[in-house]
């Protein structure tokens, strides 16, 4: 089977805003408290965290192994793949993370939910007041290889990963991208945006979602 990575072009960025990206890191993305400037963001988020973002590693693993593909070896085996797989690229949307231990891909369900998450995200700051602000995935297909160099830093990992199915991405909640500083926002105040919209797919039945407190992300499983 051959990928199907989309038009790229389409979700082309303009590299210009992300020249000093670091520099502007260190300025947004580790708020204690109000940042210089700063004004609240009115969220819904309704709940805790943990007890809201409860699904179980079965429920993501029954779900990713329903719809998604066979777990590969290796970047060559998407070829053999049973359905096309989406290259995951960074675009207005979203940033896509240094991926350490996965590879950008994912079907085309979670492709689609993805960019969803990133759109409404955008779109609910900005009517409320505005913000350059990109979420950022920081996991997507995971190989057995991959998984168990992974257990060697982090015993949490597990062996039996939803992630290796191409239906499952994290997105942080301790880090944003900010494209410019015009109107500074606190961690808090984008985490709990963020956990607004995935509340929301999540009464839609839309995703799974699981609240990783160590990891500092939601773990998302589309449906």
């Known amino acids: ?20 990206i670091e ?4 300025y947004t993305e580790h708020f204690d ?7 609240r963001l009115r969220t819904y988020f ?3 965290y943990g007890r809201e973002f409860k699904d179980l ?5 029954g779900a990713a192994m329903s719809i998604g593909i066979e777990p590969i070896s290796d970047i060559s085996s998407v070829w053999e793949i049973n359905r096309p ?7 207005k949307e979203y940033f896509v993370d240094e991926l350490t231990h996965s590879l950008p891909y994912l079907v085309s369900d979670a492709a689609d939910l993805l960019r969803e998450i990133g759109r409404r995200f955008n779109d609910t700051l900005d009517v ?3 913000g350059h602000y990109r979420i950022k995935v920081t996991s997507v297909l995971r190989t057995p290889a991959s998984i168990k160099k992974l257990r060697r830093r982090n015993r949490n990992a597990t062996k039996s990963s939803a992630h290796q199915y191409g239906t499952t991405f994290d997105i942080s909640y301790r880090k944003f991208i900010c494209d410019s500083v015009n109107i500074p926002r606190t961690q808090d105040d984008l985490k709990g945006l963020l956990a607004e919209i995935l509340q929301d797919l999540r009464d839609e039945q839309r995703c ?16």
């Open 1 to 20: 089977m051959s990928i199907s990575c989309g038009d790229e072009n389409q979700h082309e960025v303009d590299e210009s805003v992300l020249y000093d």
């Open 23 to 26: 520099e502007i890191n260190q």
């Open 33 to 39: 408290s109000m940042p210089p400037g700063g004004r």
């Open 46 to 48: 309704k709940g805790t």
């Open 57 to 61: 590693n079965d429920v993501h693993l």
């Open 85 to 91: 797989l989406e290259k995951i690229v960074s675009c």
């Open 128 to 130: 409320r007041g505005g």
């Open 208 to 223: 799974y979602v699981k609240h990783e407190r160590r990891q500092g992300c939601f773990h998302i499983t589309t449906r």
